[in-house]
């Protein structure tokens, strides 16, 4: 028996890293969307023993990284 299977998609992610820095006084955030996409394909056959062979690709791959710095004067905590 022979089996054939091609597959199709594509994903979105999103990473948001956030650090602060107390020694230097700043502070930095950003947003990085990723989207992509992916194609499978899929050949197989057997009937008492089996194989398979498979293709992943993907096809595109893409982010955007958008950072913000912020640098403040003055400690942000209150300690009184």
Not at 2 to 12: D, K, P, S
Not at 21 to 42: D, E, H, N, Q, W
């Amino acid at each position: 028996m022979l089996f054939t299977g091609i597959e199709a998609g594509g994903f979105f992610d999103m990473k948001i890293p956030v650090s602060v820095a107390l020694v230097s006084m700043t502070a930095k955030g950003g947003i990085t969307p990723m989207v992509g996409s992916y194609v499978t394909a899929r050949v197989s056959i057997g009937f008492i023993l089996y194989g398979e062979m498979e293709l992943k690709a993907d096809v595109l791959h893409t982010s955007f990284p958008t950072v913000a710095e912020l640098v403040f004067a003055k400690f942000p905590l209150d300690v009184g």
